[in-house]
């Protein structure tokens, strides 16, 4: 199986901070990666898809990079509603993997 | 508006059985592949399953493997996932999502399995 390492597990931040999220896969995934966001009592949303391609309605301020096996997530200029839990995900092979997780919280 | 609503969730004594339904609307469901994920309370997320559109082929975690059944029909629109032998860390929020070639777009909403005596 694929293992994804994501970090840092949290993080505190203050509205209009850059951060930066990272995932390693344990192989190669070529850019077979996602991003999630999730809100407390909410589904998981695609933010990212192919590593760096962003979602249709999703913020400019988000943006994904990397490929092979390691990855970004950054968010430029951190706003209120962007306080959530982050995860990776490759969907390279079976079992479908994600990253432990990203709770982005208030500084 | 594309939309998947699970339902079926509920408490069940270990090993027991549950099976879950999603209803999609809003796009082709016969068309698109779709999965099963779970996360446990205050927990990360797990792929749980998947089938193929036509519903021959379904890979499984190894957790589930034997135990879950993921299957669909077309002519209802609908994806389930029968689950046997139910175990406490079987407790999750399981969420069905459609696969749309680059990971899981839409998401259901979720519904919450409790296995506990």
């Known amino acids: 199986d694929i293992q994804m390492t994501q970090s840092p597990s949290s993080l505190a931040a203050s509205v209009g901070d850059r951060v930066t999220i990272t995932c390693r896969a344990s192989?190669?995934?070529?850019?077979?990666l996602d991003w999630y966001q999730q809100k407390p009592g909410k589904a998981p949303k695609r933010l990212i898809y192919?590593?760096?391609t962003l979602q249709s309605g999703v913020p400019s301020r988000f943006s994904g990079g990397g490929s092979g096996t390691e990855f970004t997530l950054t968010i430029s200029g951190l706003q209120p509603e962007d306080f959530a839990t982050y995860y990776c995900?490759?969907?390279?092979?079976?079992?479908?993997?994600f990253g432990q997780g990203t709770k982005v919280e208030i500084k | 508006e594309v939309q998947l609503v699970e339902s079926g969730g509920g408490l069940v004594q270990p090993g027991g059985s549950l099976r879950l339904s999603c209803a999609a609307s809003?796009?082709?469901?016969e068309s698109w592949w779709m999965h099963w994920v779970r996360q446990a309370p205050g927990k990360g997320l797990m792929?749980?399953?998947?089938?193929?559109?036509?519903?021959?082929?379904?890979v499984y975690a190894e957790s589930v493997k034997g135990r879950f059944t993921i299957s669909r029909d077309d002519a209802k629109d609908t994806l389930y996932l029968q689950m046997n032998s139910l175990r406490g860390d079987d407790t999750a929020v399981y969420y069905c999502v459609r696969d749309d070639g680059a990971g899981f777009d839409p998401w259901g909403q979720g519904t919450l399995v409790t296995v506990s005596s």
């Open positions: 792929w749980v399953a998947r089938v193929n559109s036509g519903g021959g082929d379904t």
């Open positions: 192989e190669g995934i070529r850019n077979d």
């Open positions: 809003g796009f082709t469901f």
């Open positions: 192919t590593a760096s």
């Open positions: 995900l490759q969907h390279h092979s079976y079992p479908w993997t």
